[in-house]
C-alpha cells in the first residue's frame, strides 16, 4: 500500500518570505500523480498544484513549484513571496494511475503559519 | 451546480443514532469520493464511486457505514448507530478524470 508522510507538523514563515514543506512518498507503482491541497482553517480543500511522475519538469502555478525527485520518492511544495492568505494546512497526497481505484493517500499535513 | 455542496455542514448526534449525510457533486463528475478526517488529520479514503457503482468500499470503517448513489449524482453516506469514534469531518469530492478532484465543504459530525 502507498504512504505519505509529512516530517514537518508546523512551519512558520515571514510575509515575502519563502517556504518549502516536505513531503515523502512509498510506493511500488511507476504511474502516478501527486498532489497539494491547502485547506484553511475551517474550509475547504483546494487544489494547489499537481504533478504527473512520468514528466520530469517540476509543476509551478504562480508562487507556487515543486521539487519533484521520482528516485528519492520525494515531492516538496515551495511557496514563494508568502502572503497572509497562505496561512492554512498544507497536505500532500498520492494518487495512482490506475483506470480504478483511484483514490488520494494524503499525509497527516504541515500547519504553516505566516508572520507579518 | 458550480462546485460540490455537502449537507448538512454540521451535524450533532446521541450516540446510537442513525444519521445521513448528502453530497451533491459537479454535474457530469463521473467520480465520487467520500472520506473521513479526524480533527488534525489527513482525510482518510471511504469509499469510490464510478457513476452509480461502487467500486471500492474498503476504507468503510465499519458494517455500520453505507454509502449509495443510486442515479449516478447525488450520494448519501449513511452511518448507523453512531459512535463517539465516528466524530470526524466528512468530505465528498468528484472529479471527471484522474485530476486531484474537487472537494466539498464537508459535513462535520459530532457524536454525544
Known amino acids: 500500500a502507498q504512504t505519505v508522510t509529512q516530517s514537518q507538523p508546523e512551519m512558520s514563515v515571514q510575509e515575502a518570505e519563502t517556504v518549502t514543506l516536505s513531503c515523502t512518498y512509498d510506493?511500488?507503482?511507476?504511474?502516478?500523480?501527486l498532489f497539494w491541497y491547502k485547506q484553511p482553517p475551517s474550509r475547504q480543500m483546494i487544489l494547489v498544484i499537481r504533478?504527473?511522475?512520468?514528466?520530469?519538469q517540476n509543476a509551478t502555478e504562480n508562487r507556487f513549484s515543486v521539487n519533484f525527485q521520482k528516485a528519492a520518492k520525494s515531492f516538496s511544495l515551495k511557496i514563494s513571496d508568502s502572503q497572509l492568505g497562505d496561512a492554512a494546512m498544507y497536505f500532500c497526497?498520492?494518487?495512482?494511475?490506475?483506470?480504478?481505484?483511484?483514490?488520494?493517500?494524503f499525509g497527516a499535513g504541515t500547519i504553516l503559519r505566516v508572520k507579518s | 451546480g458550480a462546485g460540490v455542496s455537502q449537507s448538512p455542514r454540521y451535524k450533532v448526534a446521541k450516540r446510537g443514532q442513525d444519521v445521513a449525510l448528502r453530497c451533491d457533486p459537479i454535474?457530469?463528475?463521473?467520480?465520487l469520493f467520500w472520506y473521513q478526517q479526524a480533527l488534525g488529520q489527513g482525510p482518510e479514503f471511504l469509499t469510490y464511486?464510478?457513476?452509480?457503482?461502487?467500486?471500492?468500499k474498503s476504507g468503510l470503517p465499519s458494517d455500520r457505514f453505507f454509502a449509495e448513489r443510486p442515479e449516478g449524482s447525488v450520494s448519501t453516506l449513511k452511518i448507523q448507530r453512531t459512535q463517539q469514534e465516528d466524530s470526524a469531518v466528512y468530505l465528498c469530492?468528484?472529479?471527471?478524470?484522474?485530476?486531484?478532484?474537487?472537494f466539498g465543504p464537508g459535513t462535520r459530525l459530532l457524536v454525544l
Open positions: 469530492a468528484s472529479s471527471l478524470s484522474l485530476a486531484g478532484g474537487l
Open positions: 504533478q504527473e511522475a512520468y514528466k520530469q
Open positions: 464511486f464510478q457513476n452509480e457503482a461502487q467500486l471500492d
Open positions: 497526497a498520492y494518487r495512482s494511475a490506475r483506470e480504478y481505484g483511484n483514490k488520494l493517500v
Open positions: 454535474s457530469g463528475h463521473v467520480s
Open positions: 510506493t511500488s507503482e511507476s504511474d502516478y500523480y
